[in-house]
């Protein structure tokens, strides 16, 4: 089974993580950031992934480094549970509509990170949240999961549909590059035999 428990503690926050990548799409998520626990159970169950996060953060500050942390310790889960990555499809691709937004995403889980972020999100807040931690979140996720994950808007006017699209994108195209393939069997997808 695919597994990994996360903790990270640091002056700032304190996270508890549990990943399971071959779920069902449950989600127990509270990390203090409302905004952000819609999008992780959005996350958790487009990419059918088993998830809990509690995460206790300086939000009487701001919510920059939750967010921030909590991509960390979700990319330190995705590389642990994946191991050596043997039989997975390795890419992932989609094109995702979520009303009038319009979401291009793709990753490689190639043991090397690598973002490509290109959004125009109209407003700056969402209720209280800052749309600008959406990249904060995805850069410290990629980071410590090993991924090439490119990521566009394509079009979309509401802000919240833009980063809710970017978030279901995200969950589906991991979703595809983590199946195993049976092609792959028991290989790793890669010339160098080694994905990192």
């Known amino acids: 089974m695919r597994y990994a428990?996360?903790?990270?503690?640091?002056?700032?926050?304190?996270i508890s993580l549990v990943l399971s990548i071959d779920g069902t799409g449950?989600?127990?998520i509270d990390t203090?950031?409302?905004f952000l626990d819609h999008m992780l159970e959005?996350?958790?169950k487009h990419g059918r992934f088993d998830m809990t996060v509690f995460c206790k953060g300086d939000t009487y500050v701001d919510d920059h480094h939750s967010v921030e942390d909590i991509g960390i310790a979700m990319g330190q889960a995705f590389r642990e549970a994946l191991g050596e990555k043997r039989?997975?499809?390795?890419y992932g691709d989609i094109i995702l509509p979520m009303d009038e937004a319009l979401i291009l995403a793709a990753a490689d889980i190639s043991g090397r990170s690598c973002l490509r972020y290109t959004a125009q999100i109209p407003s700056q807040k969402v209720g209280t949240f800052d749309t600008e931690l959406v990249r904060e979140f995805l850069e410290g996720f990629v980071r410590n999961a090993g991924i090439s994950l490119h990521i566009r808007m394509l079009d979309g006017e509401n802000s919240h549909h833009i980063i809710e699209g970017m978030f279901k994108a995200l969950g589906r195209v991991l979703r595809k590059a983590c199946e195993t393939d049976a092609e792959f069997a028991d290989e790793i997808p890669s010339t160098k035999g080694v994905l990192e």
Do not use: H, P, W
């Open 26 to 28: 449950k989600a127990e």
């Open 32 to 34: 203090g950031v409302g």
């Open 87 to 90: 039989g997975i499809r390795r």
């Open 42 to 44: 959005l996350f958790t």
């Open 5 to 14: 428990k996360i903790e990270r503690n640091t002056s700032e926050t304190q």
